[in-house]
């Protein structure tokens, strides 16, 4: 009886057992932990790294300017304007290309998801289209269409253009059909069953799908103004190579790095926003 | 409005699923099907409801429907099909959106059918935020919401725990009842068929036919007395023998697809 007494919900037996040994922790699945100040040290100190070995003369300044002088053409840059310039151009390229490349590429690309026709005609010039790097496109464009804008619009937005088809009609053909039956069996108009289940339940992959397009735009708006533009990110960089002036050349590449990362978070933003149902 | 349900025949390209099944479905009756997995149940619930149409014969509606019925045949799904990105409301609120409606009926609409489910306190909350018995909540209040005549219902509360099923199950019942909303119930579970159904249609295992139509002769409110446990027993006994045979012999069955 009083063994039983004993074992009471919250006693436990008083340790002495020589068997007696904790559980040990053997792994939590090797979750991701995030470390932001990791992050923020590495950073820091491969500057810090690199500026010292431009100060003590280790490295060539004219091979690798320092992170210093790279600010200060930064700043120049800004002061003269001619950022503005570059980046205006540049900018109004990327925007016209992406947005008819992913208009017409989300037209057609809800298309092809509705009707099985359209996907038929449309899936074998689209497999073919787009492994050709676009930018092979810009002589014949540029033969087609005159040196100016027009190639170099172009060819942005046939960049986007394959990109969009191919993640609208992914998010098309995700849609979950039961949700389609389930409006169908309200008696719900085709109109509405696209508006309503369709495109909002293909948005997470179009907002993903704008994640690579834009990328595409930004490699080939510099590869563009490369080629043949006289303002532009890409045309100063050629610039600025051509003349050996490394700090001014660094200085593009952070700008295009900053470019960059201010559309993902711009993406980011808006999937928080539309997405938040998720 | 009562279903006359006459399908001769369906196939899935060369697979036979369903044969001869011959229901007829009385305004305000409840008739639970049950049947060996993959005999055909969904297949016979999806051509009663019109998103699948059979190899061979017809489904009929006879009788009016009642008054400001949107949807006749109405569906609440296993899996409750609701739109993640809408709130509770605008979730019941769906099946109104095409039909021309005063603003002021449609919300009296949709708070009603929202107050009958015990929902009114969640209209705002989005899919994810509720339990699995709330999401079915919002899927018995869309389908209340066009006033339907008849519910169809395809194992409507096999994806919630057993506590959730039952207090659902209750809630339900007395909906069903209450607004005389006949209803066909698909179940793989005999107490449920038990506890809802006026009659029990069995299946065979596929090709589904009807093996014994069961009719339970206890109103529906009287089925938890002391009085009823041993009718109920027994019949729950007879349905069991009736699909014990079918339902070992599909389990064993390879599937070819
Ligand atoms: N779209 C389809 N194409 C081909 N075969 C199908 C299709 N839908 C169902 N089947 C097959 O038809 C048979 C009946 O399916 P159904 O879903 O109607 O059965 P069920 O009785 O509802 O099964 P469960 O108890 O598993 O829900 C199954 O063997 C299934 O594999
Ligand atoms: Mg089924």
Known sequence: MSEIAASGPSVLPSSGSPQRREVEFRGGGFMAVPQPLYSWVAFAGIIALWQVSISAGWIDPVFLPSPASICIALWQLVVSGDLWIHMSASLSRIGTGWFIGTGLGLAIGVAMGLNSSARAVGMPLVSAIYPVPKIALLPLLILWLGIGETPKVVTIASGVFFPTIIATLAGVDAVPRNLIRMAQSFNMPTSGIIWKIMMPSALPGILSGFRISVSTALILVVAAEMIGAQYGIGAFLLTAGNLMQSDDLMAGVVILSILGLSIGAAITVFERIFLRWR | ?257
């Open chain 2, 1 to 257: 409005m009562d279903v006359i349900i006459d399908v001769k025949r369906h196939s899935y390209d060369e697979l036979l699923v369903l044969e001869d099944i011959k229901v007829h479905v009385r305004e305000g009756e409840i008739v639970a099907v049950i049947g060996p997995s993959g005999c055909g149940k969904s297949t016979l619930l999806g051509i009663v409801g019109g998103i699948l149409k059979a190899s061979e014969g017809s489904v009929f509606l006879d009788g009016k429907p009642p008054a400001d019925c949107l949807n006749p045949l109405t569906f609440i799904f296993q899996d409750f099909a609701l739109l993640p990105w809408r709130t509770v409301a605008q979730n019941v609120g769906l099946p109104l959106e095409h039909h021309r409606l005063p603003s002021g009926q449609r919300n009296a609409r949709i708070a009603d059918a929202l107050a009958r489910t015990g929902l009114t306190d969640f209209a705002g909350a989005l899919p994810k935020q509720l339990s699995g018995g709330m999401k079915q909540r919002v899927g018995i209040a869309r389908a209340l919401v066009v006033k339907p005549a008849v519910l169809l219902m395809d194992e409507p509360l096999s994806a919630l725990d057993a506590q959730t099923r039952d207090l659902l199950m209750e809630d339900f019942l007395d909906l069903l009842l209450r607004e005389r909303i006949a209803g066909i119930y698909v179940t793989h579970n005999f107490q449920e068929a038990l506890r809802l159904a006026d009659r029990v249609v069995v299946l065979s295992r596929r090709p589904g036919r009807i093996k014994e139509v069961v009719s339970i002769p206890i109103p529906q409110r009287e089925r938890t007395d002391k009085a009823a446990v041993i009718t109920l027993a027994d019949l729950g006994n007879k349905l069991w023998s009736l699909i014990r045979d079918e339902a070992s012999v599909a389990d064993r069955e390879v599937i070819h697809e």
